[in-house]
């Protein structure tokens, strides 16, 4: 197989480039305005651009009264699950809910300085919108990574939208997922139109409240014009990996890691190695060119090798640890020694999710070990964080003043009156002191 892969030596003057890198996937001006008309067109007809925009995508020719699905199909598609494939899934879920049930958050109640009751109430999100990509790679995982969610924190009523096969189907496994968690209200739509249907609402797809899911740069953009009118959770891009790897590792693991995610087929996925001057990175490559022959997806994997790349050699740690919080990757396998592993895991502070000694593969985060696997990329981890129980729930604060607590917050609240020109304010304090 023809594939000639470099390695760059780390200086600080190859950040600008890594940068460069790692954001060429970022969304140009013409995206942005087809995703503009798309929406418009959802506003204003409804249901009609769903069905048209569905066949013109996605080739599926539906009619209005085909948008959701039966519920006797899910039900169906969960009956014709091979046991073993049930029982997949229901491990993947019983994981993904017991990691989550740990940050269920808490009321709380205590008291200010001033003797008053303050505190926080937290109310699951009322209805939510999960977009589940589908078409040749069925992401049954993203089911359970976001419904599992939105279950395990109390949400009512939850709408999935996913793009529907040519000859108008639901991968029944997908379905089958869905099944599984109950939620029943399942939509053949996909594309920057299905997040308009779920923002904005149709005939046949009530608005949401706020708006989940992974999906391709006109999902993204759809996600970023909706908001306001909708909540979002992130804007996660196409996938990424980063491979730390030292002597320990091994080439055939090295080689594997990068290649799963390469496998994602946005055609844009990045995938980086970085390692250490006494790891063998003629081998690795020589198990990348013996892997990826093998696999079904070994043209879009050859693709992202070739324009997706990046491998650097650092003599240190600590410039590996500088370019691992520049780039800020999606996931971060450390495949290094055990001694290297704390120094790693307490200095990178921006991977979406890291995945630590040589078993972790990345694999096991995006299908069954407990974490979602929505996750920021195109170094937004540097400020964001992955999909997480929280964010399906909305606060509240309290605040509760006895007449007692009032006065003792009154003379800080009427200078503050005084400050800002806000009579106002101070006279909607000071007129509860004169009640006496």
């Given at each position: 197989m023809k594939l000639e892969l470099e390695y760059k030596i780390f200086s600080p003057s190859l950040l600008e480039e890594i940068e460069k890198f790692a954001t060429s996937t970022n969304v140009d001006a013409s995206i942005a305005s087809t995703v503009t008309e798309i929406l418009q067109d959802v506003k204003s007809n409804g249901d009609q651009a769903l069905v048209e925009r569905t066949s013109l995508y996605d080739k599926a020719n539906l009619n209005k009264s085909e948008l959701r699905v039966p519920f006797h199909q899910i039900e169906q598609a969960f009956s014709s699950l091979s046991s073993a494939h049930q029982a997949a899934i229901e491990d993947a879920i019983e994981n993904v809910a017991l990691f989550h049930q740990q940050n269920l958050p808490q009321n709380w109640q205590s008291k200010n300085s001033h003797g008053a009751t303050i505190g926080e109430n937290y109310y699951p999100i009322n209805r939510v919108g999960l977009y589940v990509p589908g078409g040749n790679v069925p992401l049954v995982s993203t089911v359970i990574m976001t419904a599992t969610l939105a279950k395990v924190a109390g949400v009512n009523h939850i709408a999935v939208t996913t793009p529907p096969n040519p000859d108008g189907t639901i991968s029944p496994e997908l379905l089958a997922a869905l099944g599984i968690l109950k939620v029943d209200e399942v939509y053949k739509v996909g594309g920057a139109q299905a997040i308009g249907a779920l923002g904005y609402g149709t005939e046949s797809i009530q608005s949401v409240d706020k708006i989940f899911g992974p999906g391709n740069a006109f999902v993204n953009e759809a996600k970023k014009q909706v908001f306001g009118t909708a909540g979002v959770d992130l804007l996660p891009g196409p996938s990424e990996v980063m491979v730390i790897a030292d002597e320990t590792a091994e080439p055939a693991y090295i080689a594997a890691a990068l290649i799963a995610q390469a496998e994602h087929g946005s055609g844009e996925e990045k995938i980086y190695l970085i390692f250490t001057k006494k790891v063998n990175f003629g081998k690795i490559v020589s198990e990348i060119k013996d892997q990826i022959p093998k696999l079904s997806h070994s043209e879009s994997i050859l693709n992202i090798f070739q324009k997706g790349f990046l491998a650097i050699l650092s003599e240190d740690l600590q410039d590996?640890?500088?370019?691992?919080?520049?780039?800020?990757?999606?996931?971060?396998?450390?495949?290094?020694?055990?001694?290297?592993?704390?120094?790693?895991?307490?200095?990178?502070?921006?991977?979406?999710?890291?995945?630590?000694?040589?078993?972790?593969?990345?694999?096991?985060?995006?299908?069954?070990?407990?974490?979602?696997?929505?996750?920021?990329?195109?170094?937004?981890?540097?400020?964001?964080?992955?999909?997480?129980?929280?964010?399906?729930?909305?606060?509240?604060?309290?605040?509760?003043?006895?007449?007692?607590?009032?006065?003792?917050?009154?003379?800080?609240?009427?200078?503050?009156?005084?400050?800002?020109?806000?009579?106002?304010?101070?006279?909607?304090?000071?007129?509860?002191?004169?009640?006496?």
């Open positions: 590996v640890v500088r370019v691992a919080n520049f780039i800020a990757p999606e996931h971060l396998e450390l495949q290094v020694k055990d001694q290297s592993l704390g120094y790693l895991q307490k200095e990178i502070s921006t991977a979406g999710a890291l995945l630590l000694g040589h078993y972790s593969a990345t694999a096991l985060g995006d299908f069954v070990a407990g974490p979602s696997h929505v996750l920021p990329t195109g170094r937004s981890s540097r400020f964001s964080s992955g999909l997480r129980i929280e964010d399906f729930f909305r606060r509240t604060s309290i605040i509760q003043y006895d007449e007692e607590s009032l006065q003792k917050a009154s003379k800080s609240a009427l200078l503050f009156s005084d400050i800002e020109k806000l009579d106002g304010h101070g006279n909607s304090i000071s007129i509860r002191l004169k009640q006496d």
